[in-house]
């Protein structure tokens, strides 16, 4: 009994002292409910306040807030209310206390509260975090880096440490927030190994991670587009992993996840089509201006017109309530889709109008870009963007903003350009990229248009600024030595100053790098070339030898762009059928897999190049495909769909005209009809000229009809017939040109049919084709592929088809008229007969 009575008493005093030593104000601060709370607790408490209590006030703090949507969150009030100061003077006096983890957290929440990065406790917090940061464990130091980005150190030195750091560390991260975190902030400093690295690890901790955390692939997304480095494969693991997650996704995520894809060039029919059922079930529960903002910008360009007329009429209700930066996405939103919403644009407009003083240099480019595509009629308006513009120019030494104002500026109607603007356009080109100073030489050209001097000489201040340019262009081009740097920045270039003064040039210095070719950047190169229709047979021997060697790395999707300088210039290296053999066995498996518009496509050009995959051709043409084909062209921008529509038609015709025996109907002939009445018709000097002297050749303009529709819908500039004795026989009714109200002459033919008439015995049908500059190399006279398909298909339509290049009508040995028509009787009559 006595020994019970000791254990007791024992207890009593354990429990006693426990209640005593146990630290009251954390247990104050922990029940705290919202931050008037805390604010109570730090002022009834200050003296005892110890560096746990300032971290745990801090964190909490940060805490309310980050759990409140956007638009209800109070930082202003909380960084004006005098506890805030207090925690602010107590948590500089105690960084020598704190440890690793409470010295970065503290840091995070004080900037998440907005506490300015140059005040003295953010430095001091910088600075002591420098000090430790080898020994920081990998979570504080993805906090960290973070705290770094938020003060736009991407590029500081003690990222570079970070950098560092985490490429010693990588092999032993196995938390993939915690790496796709650090990807982010150290993307700017990564090197090409260490970027490779990045992506093998994060590709192996995404298979290991729960997939219901989509920050993480979306995060890998970010670092893809922060570094312009489409990873196939991780791309579409992440877009696998996003899918899963679609039902839990707000408009707010799902907006950013479609602006990286779209930075990154990445389509994924899956993913849009159910990206915008999701969008539109959220479509009622998006009434406050931040997530219908989101909604609007991410389900408008891909919805109904029912659905887009729904959004915009709740745009209109919420147009008032709009911050600044949400009228600026919603106007760049409207001008995508090509409304004609002139209330709800006005609105919009208003709202710009008086944030204006709010918007930064490359916000105000966007806005005045926007509502001058959208052909907006408010001169008031575009005047006072226009000084903004000016103002900002005069004072900016970044060459991306420069150049994007000058673009912008080059816009808009202006009676005479200030010397300041071209002043400091002509101090920032040195430190331009191609890229830059191709959209500035476009610039120039619109100035030099509109100058009123422009009329008797171009004005001297243009001269030397384009003198620059070529001078800039022609130093970067030849002191190049990365071939991946500079397809970066080749990879939006086009228009006539690059070709002219660049392209050779660029050819040059793609040659002298060839043996930087490899797998990787293959697809990037082929693009180029297409694109600059530049035939150029060592590049392209170079690609076809590499595509073959390597075809196994290259992602099956980008046997596409690899093939289609070989089609589209319609050049065969010594290897063709290895190459296109290489190319087809490594896509055919994985044919379920491509986006249906990309599959199309990808066919297409296979077609110009004669080729026709019977299992590519049988997928295209089945049921199944075509629905799922029809349901992601909803979801496609206009221009995108409108070419995959018509590339599709033109598959279908080779299909039924080259490989009759996979029997695939021809179901374009509506879709044809349309094209047909929507054509515009009008007709050339050139070709006018042509059809007089076929008239005369011929014996008569009743012996040639003009704009023949053929079956499948080939228009045939000049048609003849010919017997047996190559004489022409005359058409019972001939075409004869027709001049509209408007001064264009147009074709006017009986032949609108397109039914071929039935020949006598012996006759030959003819097709006269003028070939423009279109149908060529823009270096050589090499015939493209386009051109040469066509001639096939019209030759299989029972056509002798004769072809005039421009470069022999238009040449100097033809200007006269006895010239031409002894051209035109050599090309009709000799050809034919030999």
């Not at 770094?148 to 440490?161: A, E, N, V």
């Not at 529960?285 to 989101?294: A, G, L, M, V």
């Not at 929507?678 to 012996?703: A, D, F, P, T």
Request: charge should be neutral.
């Amino acid at each position: 009994m006595f020994r019970l009575r000791c254990v007791n008493s024992c207890l009593r005093r354990l429990l006693h002292g426990g209640t005593v030593n146990r630290d009251q104000v954390l247990d104050q601060l922990q029940v705290c409910l919202a931050e008037d709370h805390v604010f109570d607790v730090v002022g009834k408490n200050k003296a005892k306040l110890t560096v746990n209590h300032v971290s745990c006030a801090v964190g909490m703090l940060w805490q309310f807030q980050r759990d409140k949507p956007q638009l209800l969150r109070t930082v202003d009030l909380i960084k004006s209310h005098p506890q805030f100061l207090t925690l602010r003077v107590l948590a500089e006096n105690k960084i020598a206390l704190m440890d690793d983890s409470m010295l970065v957290d503290i840091l995070y929440s004080f900037l998440r509260l907005n506490v300015d990065p140059h005040d003295s406790l953010v430095q001091q917090l910088v600075s002591e975090a420098w000090l430790r940061i080898d020994r920081f464990p990998m979570a504080s130091l993805s906090k960290f880096a973070i705290c770094l980005s938020d003060q736009h150190l991407q590029q500081s030195p003690l990222m570079g440490r970070i950098t560092s750091i985490v490429d010693q560390r990588l092999s032993s991260m196995d938390d993939a927030r915690v790496l796709t975190t650090l990807m982010i902030s150290t993307s700017s400093l990564v090197s090409p190994r260490l970027r490779d690295a990045l992506i093998n690890r994060a590709d192996l901790l995404l298979d290991t991670m729960n997939p219901s955390q989509y920050n993480n692939p979306r995060r890998v997304v970010q670092f893809l587009r922060n570094i312009k480095y489409s990873h196939r494969p991780l791309l579409e693991k992440c877009n696998q992993i996003l899918l899963c997650n679609i039902p839990r996704l707000d408009a707010e995520n799902i907006s950013i996840i479609m602006g990286l894809y779209q930075s990154l060039q990445f389509n994924n029919c899956d993913f849009r089509l159910a990206v915008k059922q999701r969008l539109i079930e959220l479509i009622d529960s998006s009434t406050d201006p931040f997530s219908f903002t989101k909604l609007f910008v991410a389900l408008a360009p891909m919805a109904s017109q029912e659905i887009r007329e729904g959004l915009e009429n709740t745009a209109f209700l919420l147009a008032d309530e709009l911050s600044a930066h949400q009228a600026l996405a919603i106007a760049e939103a409207l001008e995508e889709i090509q409304s004609r919403n002139l209330s709800l644009l006005n609105k919009i407009a208003s709202v710009i109008q008086r944030n204006l003083h709010v918007y930064k240099p490359v916000e105000v480019a966007r806005i005045t870009q926007a509502l001058y595509l959208f052909q907006y009629q408010n001169p008031e308006l575009f005047t006072k963007l226009r000084n903004i513009l000016v103002n900002f120019l005069q004072h900016s030494v970044f060459p991306y903003e420069v150049t994007m104002l000058t673009r912008v500026l080059s816009m808009l109607p202006c009676p005479r350009l200030d010397e300041a603007v071209t002043s400091r356009v002509e101090a920032v080109v040195t430190q331009c990229n191609l890229n830059d100073l191709n959209t500035i030489s476009f610039a120039i050209a619109k100035w030099v248009r509109n100058d009123p001097s422009y009329r008797h000489n171009t004005p001297s201040k243009y001269v030397r600024l384009l003198q620059t340019l070529n001078r800039c262009g022609h130093e970067r081009l030849q002191t190049a030595d990365r071939l991946d740097l500079v397809l970066e920045e080749l990879r939006y270039v086009s228009g006539e100053w690059f070709e002219e003064m660049l392209l050779e040039e660029t050819m040059v210095m793609l040659q002298r790098m060839m043996d930087q070719i490899n797998w990787t950047n293959v697809p990037e190169l082929s693009l180029f070339l297409t694109r600059m229709n530049h035939l150029c047979p060592p590049l392209m021997d170079r690609i076809a030898s590499v595509a073959i060697k390597d075809i196994d790395k290259i992602h099956y999707s980008a046997t596409y762009a690899t093939l289609l300088p070989f089609s589209v210039l319609n050049y065969d290296p010594a290897q063709a059928d290895e190459l296109y053999d290489a190319c087809i066995q490594r896509f055919t498996p994985h044919i379920s897999s491509f986006d249906p518009h990309l599959l199309v496509l990808l066919a297409y050009s296979l077609a110009v190049a004669d080729c026709f995959p019977e299992e590519l051709v049988r997928e295209i043409f089945s049921i199944d495909f075509l629905g799922k084909l029809d349901s992601q062209l909803e979801t496609l921008p206009d221009a995108l769909n409108m070419r995959t529509r018509l590339r599709l038609m033109e598959l279908n015709r080779a299909v039924c005209l080259e490989c009759p025996e996979f029997q695939v109907p021809w179901f374009h002939e509506r879709y044809c009809q349309q094209l047909q009445k929507k054509g515009n018709g009008v007709v050339s000097s050139v070709q006018q000229q042509i059809h007089k002297m076929l008239g005369e050749v011929l014996g008569g303009i009743n012996c040639v009809r003009a704009a023949v529709f053929t079956p499948y819908f080939y228009t045939v500039d000049f048609e003849c017939i010919l017997d047996t004795h190559l004489q022409p026989l005359p058409y019972s009714t001939p075409s004869t040109l027709q001049i509209s109200d408007r001064g264009k002459v147009h074709w006017g033919t009986s032949s609108t049919e397109n039914i071929m008439d039935e020949l006598p015995p012996g006759a030959q049908r003819v097709a006269v084709d003028f070939l423009d500059s279109k149908c060529f190399c823009k270096n050589s006279h090499h015939m493209k592929g386009e051109a040469l398909m066509r001639k096939r298909h019209l030759e299989i339509l029972g056509y002798r088809v004769v072809q005039i290049p421009h470069y022999e009508w238009n040449s100097m040995e033809l200007s006269t008229q006895d010239a031409w028509k002894e051209y035109l009787k050599k090309k009709i009559f000799r050809e034919l007969s030999s």
